[in-house]
């Protein structure tokens, strides 16, 4: 059976939504390397914080901060479950959602069949979410293990080489872990412009388009990232010297 011109345009919509969501998370990792970005310049402070952990015997601020940190990741897991849920509840009454889409602007008419098909994709989007988040927390785990065998301060049997390496990989460890965290927003995201798609297939890739130059503003060029670089320090004024 041949595909008609609208067919043709969602499938077209769908490639251009794939394309860009991998071409972007591949080409911020490649540019990440060697230029400054939210993902390298935390790694940087996550090494200093493993570097000052070493230096304090009470660990207990360092073990709520992994915590804090795991229990954003499960709040959007817990989250996406829900958005799942409501998912495949639609999916049992695509018609009265068609229905109520048919009154509004700019909407496409189509078959039952293609909003079940749009419907899974956002279902899949979700999926691999909740897989991204879970995955996040378990990472999380393992970093809040690692603050736990931690040398202390007093085991001098441990040498300086092997603190520092203990640091350089618990910090890549939690980096990891944000990694992952970083993923599933990216993935939230591009589920939201997925959303566009049941109006008509060219709003999806403006959209698409538009989620992609908001994450490299947000990633590459953002006003905390600035900061982070580069913090300006008031200049001290050298005593003067006192005139008898």
Known sequence: MS??????????????????????????????????CLA???????????????????RIADASVIGNLERNASFFASSTLIILAGILTLLGSTDRAVSVLADLPLVHPV???MSE?????????????FFTFSWCMRQYNFAAILIGSAPMIAERHVTELERKAFAERAAR????????FNLGLRAYYFGLATLAWFLNPWCFMLVTAGVVLVLYRREFHSSVLQVMVYTPTPA?????EKVE
């Open 117 to 129: 098909l749009k419907l899974l994709c956002l279902a899949v989007v979700f999926v691999y979410t």
């Open 236 to 240: 001290v004024e050298p005593p003067k």
């Open 111 to 113: 078959s039952k069949g």
């Open 40 to 58: 390298s310049v935390l790694h940087l402070y996550r090494v200093d914080w493993m570097r000052r952990l070493l230096l304090r015997d009470n």
């Open 3 to 36: 595909l008609n011109a609208h067919q043709w345009l969602n499938a077209l919509a769908f490639v251009w939504f794939l394309g860009l969501w991998g071409g972007y998370t591949l080409y911020a990792n490649w540019r990440g390397r060697d230029t400054a």
């Open 173 to 180: 460890v939690i980096s990891m872990a944000a990694n992952q």
